[in-house]
């Protein structure tokens, strides 16, 4: 079992953060630049460790969509719920409705996000849109594909 406790990042973590970025996403990672840029976007978690920061996710958050732009652990971190955690920290942002993009060949991540309730919104081709309606939202659900496609799915 690996301790960690979830917070804010802040300026000092972002070369961490890119550090994590270059591991976990080596075909699209961002810069230095573009992560301090999007801690103004919406509200940013790092995972803390006894080995550091091990997990992140950055959002953009707009008249109350919260869009989850990044999650990720370290690869030697996996598996030991900071990615739930870091998830559900985010989901306790005030928001009406959170949207993410998955690649459809992540199963880590598609099981992630299924098990906290999120739905397919949209086909993108390579990747799926999912959301999940904060329970405060009138959010018009009408064109969302649905629980069941996204058990289908899977
Ligand atoms: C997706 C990711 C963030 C999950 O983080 P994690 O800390 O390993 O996940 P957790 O330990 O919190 O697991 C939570 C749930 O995710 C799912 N999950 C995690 N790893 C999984 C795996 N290898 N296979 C299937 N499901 C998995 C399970 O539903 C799990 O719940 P359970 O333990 O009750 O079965 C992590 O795998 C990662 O960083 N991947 C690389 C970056 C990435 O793809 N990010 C997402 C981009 S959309």
């Given at each position: 079992?690996?301790?960690?406790?979830?917070?804010?990042?802040?300026?000092?973590?972002?070369?961490?953060?890119?550090?994590?970025?270059?591991?976990?996403?080596?075909?699209?990672?961002?810069?230095?630049?573009?992560?301090?840029?999007?801690?103004?976007?919406?509200?940013?978690?790092i995972?803390?460790?006894?080995?550091?920061?091990?997990?992140?996710?950055?959002?953009?958050?707009?008249?109350?969509?919260?869009?989850?732009?990044?999650?990720?652990?370290?690869?030697?971190a996996?598996?030991?719920?900071?990615?739930?955690?870091?998830?559900?920290?985010?989901?306790?942002?005030?928001?009406?409705?959170?949207?993410?993009?998955?690649?459809?060949?992540?199963?880590?991540?598609?099981?992630?996000?299924?098990?906290?309730?999120?739905?397919?919104?949209?086909?993108?081709?390579?990747?799926?849109?999912?959301?999940?309606?904060?329970?405060?939202?009138?959010?018009?659900?009408?064109?969302?594909?649905?629980?069941?496609?996204?058990?289908?799915?899977?």
């Amino acid at each position: 079992m690996q301790l960690y406790t979830i917070a804010y990042a802040l300026p000092v973590h972002v070369q961490r953060i890119a550090e994590l970025e270059q591991e976990l996403f080596p075909e699209n990672w961002l810069s230095e630049s573009t992560i301090l840029g999007e801690l103004e976007r919406g509200p940013c978690f790092i995972a803390l460790t006894a080995n550091g920061v091990d997990g992140y996710l950055q959002t953009s958050l707009k008249e109350g969509v919260l869009d989850v732009l990044r999650v990720g652990v370290t690869r030697n971190a996996q598996g030991n719920g900071i990615g739930e955690a870091l998830m559900l920290r985010v989901l306790d942002v005030p928001h009406t409705l959170c949207i993410l993009t998955v690649v459809k060949d992540n199963i880590p991540a598609l099981a992630l996000y299924k098990k906290l309730g999120f739905e397919l919104y949209g086909d993108l081709g390579r990747a799926w849109v999912l959301t999940k309606t904060s329970w405060l939202s009138i959010h018009d659900r009408s064109q969302c594909i649905g629980t069941v496609a996204f058990r289908q799915v899977l």
